[in-house]
């Protein structure tokens, strides 16, 4: 089992930066592709940004790109979403999401390829 406990989140205005931490714990040897996936009230869970551990390769959603970074710190067993400039559509609730699966640019984003999920963290960015 891996268990993703995510923090960081709260309130932000336009603009501004936040940055979401999730602990991996467990089996972390089955934790090669994590993603961050967000869903706002009404919309469907969407992948933002996501990482194969063994190369450290990156996958953007283009609504995110370069304003948002995913990176991982090895020592600490935690994947970070560093976001920056961020937009009132940005507001959803954030998971962090891993998989054992190898993960590329086609497929990182689908969320039936993650079997393990934190319980969100919440995103609020206002005007």
């Known amino acids: 089992q891996v268990q993703l406990v995510e923090s960081g989140g709260g309130s932000v205005q336009v603009g501004g930066s936040m940055k979401l931490s999730c602990a991996v714990s467990?089996?972390?040897?089955?934790?090669?592709?994590m993603a961050w996936f967000r869903q706002a009230p009404g919309k469907e869970r969407e992948g933002v940004a996501g990482?194969?551990?063994?190369?450290?390769?990156?996958y953007y959603d283009d609504s995110v790109k370069d304003r948002f970074t995913i990176a991982p710190d090895n020592a600490k067993n935690t994947i970070f979403l560093e976001m920056n400039n961020l937009k009132q559509e940005d507001t959803a609730m954030y998971y962090c999401?891993?998989?054992?699966?190898?993960?590329?640019?086609?497929?990182?984003?689908?969320?039936?390829?993650?079997?393990?999920w934190g319980q969100g963290t919440q995103v609020t960015v206002s005007s």
């Open positions: 467990g089996a972390t040897d089955r934790a090669n592709c």
């Open positions: 990482i194969y551990l063994p190369y450290h390769t990156t």
């Open positions: 999401a891993a998989s054992s699966q190898f993960c590329a640019g086609r497929t990182w984003w689908l969320k039936d390829r993650y079997f393990y």
